[in-house]
């Protein structure tokens, strides 16, 4: 084989590759007409028109913040409650204490025991009994002041002193 100087172009064999091109950009700017535009606006906020629907939410703000202070106060009066039921009990306990304390150094035992001890007192004998007799005859009236009331008074007294 002989060299000669002839060249190949392989590429005309390749699958031509095709260029990318980008697609065009589209106006997305929609035109409306005045009248058709005049439609779509959002229309103003009136306070008037909102007046209802704050004075609305105000209301049950106010409700909730009521019922959630009520609450709080409950809570806190139940807790003061058991706070003081839980000092009655104690306070009942002592109580039950000292008055058995009490009884047990106030029995009759004990009080004739002091009595005899402690003031050198006996227990009484028949010769320190004295009889006293009263007269026959006496008797106790009470005497009312003279009173200036009017005639019903008076008649209201001396019914009474008719009945008794």
Do not use: C, H
Not at 18 to 36: D, G, S, T, Y
Not at 57 to 78: K, P, R
């Amino acid at each position: 084989m002989a060299a000669s100087n002839t060249a190949y172009d392989f590429g005309m064999f390749e699958p031509k590759r095709r260029e990318v091109q980008e697609p065009a950009r589209q106006n997305n700017v929609i035109e409306l007409p005045r009248e058709r535009l005049e439609e779509n606006r959002r229309p103003k906020r009136s306070i008037l028109k909102m007046l209802p629907t704050i004075l609305s939410f105000l209301i049950i703000a106010g409700m909730a913040g009521a019922y959630i202070y009520g609450q709080v106060q409950l809570a806190e009066l139940s807790d003061s409650l058991g706070v003081v039921t839980k000092q009655l009990s104690e306070d009942q306990s002592v109580y039950t204490q000292m008055k058995m304390k009490s009884e047990a150094q106030t029995s009759l035992q004990s009080v004739e025991n002091y009595a005899s001890d402690q003031l050198g007192m006996e227990k009484v004998n028949r010769n320190q009994i004295e009889n006293v007799t009263l007269a026959a005859g006496d008797k106790t009236q009470v005497l009312l002041p003279a009173q200036n009331g009017s005639w019903f008074s008076e008649l209201i007294g001396s019914i009474r002193r008719f009945l008794s």
